[in-house]
Each structure stands twice: as C-alpha cells, then as structure tokens.
C-alpha cells in the first residue's frame, strides 16, 4: 500500500505546498493570463501533476495513471452523460423551433428589457436547470437563449456562469450535503441547516451584483423591487427548505419558487422603459416577421417534461435499477491517506446505466415524439450534439483526471494541510479550499468528498465550530464553480466560442475572488459575533 506522503519536499510543509500547488496553478495561468483554450490549460496541468506526483511524491506510476483513468471515466459517466444529453433536449428544442418559441415567449411576456431577461432567465431559469442537470448545463442553455435577445456570446456567458453558483451546494436532490455528511461524521441534516444559512445571503445579493456588473447602479435603482423578489424568494425558499423541509427538494423548491413569484411580480409591476436595454430592433422585427407556426407557450415543453422526468425519476429512485459499484482495479484501498491516520483511499466507480443522464434521454427522445419530430432530424440533432461537445467532453476528463490524480497522490491533501496549518488566518482561507477542489473538478460533491473532514480536523484543532467549516466547504465550492474548466468548456461548446475559454475565465476570475471572500467574511460573522446561528450538535466526532 503506497502511503501519501505530506512534506516530500525537504520535510518542509511550507516548500511541499508550493510544489503542490503548480498543477492548479498552470491551469490558472493558462486559462486566465495567457487565454488558452481549456483543453490546453487542463492538459498542461495534468502533465505538470503526473511529473510532481511521480517523480517529487513518489508515486508508482501504476498508481497515478489509474487515478488519471479513474477521473476521466468518472468524467464521461455521470458527469458528460448528463451534459450530452442536456444539449441533445437543447438541440431538439431549437431543431422543433421549440428553443425559438421560448425566445418569442420571453420577448411577448417579460418587458423589453434585457436587464429583466438577464434575471429571469439567467437566473431563475438557470436555477431550475442546475437542479435538473447542473454540471455546466445551465450555463449553455441559459447564455444562448440570453444571445438570441440581444446579449454578447461573451457577457451572456460570464452571467451564467456568476449566476451559477447559489443552486450548487444543493443540486442533484442534496447529494454534495449527503456525501459531507458522510466523511465528516457529522448529521446531514445540521450541514444542510448550515449551509442554508449562508448560502441564501449570496443567493439574495447575486441578482443586485450581477445587475450592477451590466447595468451599473442606475439600473439597481430601476430595478431593485424585481432584483429583490428574485433574489428574496430564492433565499427564502432555500432557508425554509434546507433548514425545516427536506434538503434533498431545496434546489427544485427554491428554483421553482423564485421563478414562479419573478413571474407573477412582473404582471403587476414592470420597470420603466430604458432604450438602452431595450431589446433590438432588429430582434423584435425577426420575431414579427417569423410569426411562426409554433405558439410561444410551447416553448416551455421540453422544459417541463425534464423537470417532471428527474423529479419522478428521483423520487421513485429508478437510477438505483441496475447500478453496479465497481472497486477500480490496481487502485481501490491501494493508497493510505496519512492525513487521516493511514486510512484506505477508495476507488469506487459508480455506474448507473439508468442515472439521471438516461432521465434526461428519456425527457428529450418525449420531446421529440411530443413536437413531431422525425427520426431522421432526431439524429441530425444527435450529430450536431457529438459536433458541439467532443471538446468539452475531452477538456472535462482531462481536468478531472488532473483532481483525482491531486486527490490519490496526496498533492490535494498537502494543500489542505497547509491551509489548515495557518492558525487563525484558516477562517478567512476555508472557503478556499472548497473553492479549489470544485475548480478542478467541477463537482461540488467532490470538493466536500476531498476536504470536508480536513476542514473539520482544522476547526476542532483550533477551538472553531466543525459544523459551520465543513459547511463553508461546501459553500465555498459554490464560488470555485464559476471558474471551473468543466463548466466554462460546457459553455462555450453552444455559443460559438471554443477555443475561447481563456477569456471567459479572465472575465469570471475576479467575481469568484471576490464572492469568495464575501463568503469568509461571513464565515468571521458567524463563528465570533453571532455564533448561536450555527446549529448545535450534541456529539461531534
């Protein structure tokens, strides 16, 4: 059994970390300083990671290329399997004229205001999505419909990306909060708790931080009642749903909430008229001119049959028919974690042949037999799915690769005990850790799997609450989201910008940096001036 090792270099944690952070710093430089493609970016990090993991960390070669092909299976199964299949729903709404039937329902029924669009589509709508699909999903879906009324592929983009965030911690029915529970021994349900009463506050400033981004404080003026109601009611549903409702149903009960109460506040207050956000002419002259044989309320079909597919699909656990758990050869409990007392490391694949991906499938193959669609441009959208994706899906296992090579090397758990190390400047950098562990491996389930018991170690070692860090975690991870390689390259692969991602990501940089540190200084609040928000466990372990 190969033991992690923690202070290779010169049995210095200090000179260890440096060496280990290089991986995830040449992804950073990559992307966001010199703007290479993410392809790029995530395969120079995973290269420099492979040389410091065998040749610094002392890991079998063996070993780190298992890690690497354990990461990029998990990348195609269940990660790219949901997000092909999400653009293949996407690609027969927009083939069925379904995706443009959206467009002239927005267009008709919201003001003409692209600010107004930019918060219920991209966020309200977006939410929904991420509790559906997630993995970047959102993000594709939400920045093409804001393109096609009027938005730069650019800023539409960076929006869905920032918006992106206060569903994460939540999605797929809870499942971040469920594996947290698990590793840090603490009840799922006091995290969930926890991280329902940070991650509304976020959730309840985004709309007002991304508006101001676009439309400056002027249109935070003319606008604060929706940025309100939208925000507001996302926050409160979330609270009330994590912390007194099941936190499984928190994404669909608070997505659903904020987009129904957006909908309603605007039949009976809209903003006043901006010409400079007013949605072209040009547009508005294609929509008339188009009239089209498809009425707009038809565009919200393929949405509606995904969401009752994975919400029956969940709730009657049919993911759970056929699944197989398989131990991965060569390097399941073939390396001991020394930061956890030599505990065995395990490498467990899940397959679920009828996980949410197939759901998703399922939702878009109805779809198509709802609007008509013949086989024939069924599989035309299946070829313009493969054309648009294959960088991602490449990009996507690359990077996930490079995690789980960080994660089975010990050059992860080197990070973390450094930034654990930092005494009491470990309140201000414990979102950070969460925020590194889901930039690179796009999952906010991952980022608790890899450092939500270091954060409880941490905390208990330096008299802080455990529940309220491994819950930062987990909201931490949210913020690293945004930057990800694996969302940004989901994002780009329908808006025309492959090859761009370096851009994207100079764009949304400073927007994690900072939300992230809103986060900390949140994070301070709690733990010293009103403590008695954290939940009480009676025993902790």
Same mark, same amino acid.
């Given at each position: ?11 210095? #944690? ?114 929904? #999505? ?95 009642? #929706? ?262 390259a989901t994002g780009v692969s329908v808006t025309g910008m492959v090859g761009q991602e370096g851009k994207v990501f100079a764009r949304t940089f400073i927007h994690s940096i900072v939300l992230t540190l809103l986060l900390a200084g949140l994070v301070i609040v709690e733990q010293f001036l009103v403590p008695w928000i954290i939940p009480v466990v009676n025993t902790l372990h």
């Open positions: 059994m190969f033991a992690q090792l923690l202070t290779p270099v010169g049995g210095s #944690l200090g000179l260890s970390f440096l060496v280990a952070v290089l991986p995830v710093a040449t992804v950073l430089v990559l992307l966001g300083i010199l703007r290479r493609p993410a392809w790029q970016a995530s395969l120079a990090g995973l290269i420099a990671a492979l040389v410091i993991a065998i040749l610094v960390w002392k890991m079998p070669a063996g070993l780190a290329l298992d890690a690497v092909a354990d990461g990029a299976t998990f990348a195609l199964s269940p990660v790219m399997w949901i997000v092909v299949n999400a653009l293949l729903l996407y690609n027969v709404a927009v083939k069925s004229g379904r995706f443009e039937a959206f467009r002239k329902w927005v267009i008709t029924h919201l003001p003409n205001d692209r600010r107004v669009v930019l918060v219920v589509i991209g966020f309200c709508f977006g939410a929904l #999505l991420e509790g559906i699909a997630g993995f970047g999903t959102p993000v594709a879906i939400t920045s093409s419909l804001l393109i096609l009324v009027g938005f730069a592929p650019l800023e539409a983009l960076v929006f869905g990306l920032i918006f992106n965030t206060a569903p994460v911690a939540f999605g797929a029915l809870g499942v971040p909060v469920t594996v947290l529970g698990a590793v840090t021994s603490l009840p799922a349900t006091a995290l969930a708790q926890m991280i329902g009463r940070q991650l509304p506050i976020i959730a309840l400033i985004l709309p007002f931080y991304v508006m101001a981004i676009y439309g400056g404080f002027r249109s935070i003026k003319s606008l604060w009642p #929706l940025l309100l109601v939208a925000g507001g009611s996302f926050a409160i549903s979330q609270f009330l749903a994590s912390n007194y409702i099941d936190y499984a149903l928190t994404d669909v009960l608070s997505s659903l909430g904020s987009l129904i109460f957006t909908l309603l506040f605007l039949q009976v207050w809209r903003p006043e008229p901006d010409a400079q956000f007013a949605i072209t002419e040009t547009t508005l002259a294609a929509e008339r001119a188009g009239g089209g044989h498809v009425a707009p309320w038809q565009g919200w079909l393929p949405w509606v049959v995904v969401t009752i597919t994975v919400i029956a699909w969940t709730a009657y656990k049919v993911a759970l028919v056929g699944q197989r758990v398989i131990a991965w050869p060569g390097l399941d409990k073939a390396i001991s974690i020394t930061l956890y007392q030599g505990k065995p490391y395990a490498a467990l694949w899940v397959f679920q042949p009828l996980g949410t991906g197939t759901a998703i499938l399922l939702s878009a193959v109805v779809t198509a037999l709802l609007v008509g669609l013949s086989p024939l441009a069924f599989l035309g959208c299946i070829r313009q799915t493969a054309r648009q994706v294959w960088v991602a899906v490449v990009t996507v296992m690359l990077i996930i690769g490079l995690a789980y090579l960080m994660n089975y090397s010990g050059l992860a758990y080197t990070l973390g005990a450094g930034v654990a190390s930092s005494g009491r400047l470990f309140v201000l950098l414990s979102p950070f850790l969460g925020w590194i562990a889901v930039m690179l491996s796009g999952s906010d389930t991952s980022g608790n799997a890899l450092f939500g018991n270091l954060q409880v170690v941490a905390a208990q070692q330096l008299h802080l609450n455990p529940v309220l860090f491994a819950a930062t975690n987990s909201s931490g991870g949210v913020m690293g989201k945004m930057i990800s390689p694996q969302n940004i």
